[in-house]
C-alpha cells in the first residue's frame, strides 16, 4: 500500500503536535480472519506498550481510533463492537477528544455522532468530520514542527495506516 504524501502514520504512535499530544491505534475487534483485527488482549497489549510514552507526556489530548470503545457509539455485531481496553484508556487518561469511524451511520444503526464519557469528547468521524480543537499553550517556534514521535517500529501488518 502506497502511503499518503505529506502524512505520517500514527498507528500505535503518540506525536505531540503544536502542543496536542495525538495518539493512534487502529483496527477493529477480531470477527474473522484477516488484517487490522485485533483481539482485546492484543489491543491492551498495543495500549501497555506505549504506557511508559503516556506517563512521560503527561497524559493524551487526542485519541484516534478506528474502532470505538466498548459501549460508547459501538454497535451489537461482533464485527462492529468496541474494545474495554480504549474504554480503560479513556477513564486513566480522559482526554478531550476520542475520534472513531467504523461504524457508518449509513449500515441503519441507531448512533450518535456526538457522546460525552468522563470529560472526553467521542465523535464518530464516519465519511467526515471537521474538528476545530481550541489552540494549547506551547512555544511558538515549534508551531508546525512534529516534537515527539514513538521511536518507528516495523507495522504488524502490512498496509496499516492511520496518517495525520
Avoid at 40 to 46: A, F, G, I, T
Wanted: proline content about 5%; glycine content about 10%; hydrophobic content about 30%.
Amino acid at each position: 500500500m502506497k502511503r499518503p504524501e505529506g502524512c505520517d502514520c500514527i498507528d500505535d504512535h503518540i506525536v505531540v503536535y503544536n502542543g496536542l499530544r495525538i495518539l493512534g491505534l487502529g483496527g477493529c475487534k477480531k470477527y474473522r480472519p484477516g488484517p487490522f483485527q485485533y483481539t482485546e488482549r492484543e489491543m491492551q497489549k498495543r495500549i501497555r506498550r506505549l504506557k511508559w510514552v503516556l506517563w512521560l507526556l503527561g497524559g493524551v489530548d487526542i485519541v484516534v481510533t478506528h474502532a470505538p470503545a466498548e459501549g460508547l457509539g459501538d454497535a451489537e455485531d461482533l464485527a462492529h463492537q468496541g474494545f474495554g481496553a480504549l474504554r480503560d484508556l479513556l477513564d486513566e487518561y480522559s482526554p478531550q477528544y476520542l475520534l472513531h469511524g467504523h461504524v457508518h451511520t449509513t449500515y441503519g444503526q441507531n448512533v450518535s455522532r456526538e457522546l460525552k464519557y468522563n470529560g472526553t469528547k467521542i465523535i464518530n468521524t464516519y465519511e467526515r468530520y471537521v474538528l476545530d480543537v481550541p489552540d494549547v499553550s506551547f512555544p511558538e517556534k515549534h508551531r508546525g514542527q512534529i516534537l515527539w514521535k514513538t521511536p518507528h517500529r516495523e507495522p504488524q501488518k502490512e498496509g496499516s495506516g492511520m496518517y495525520v
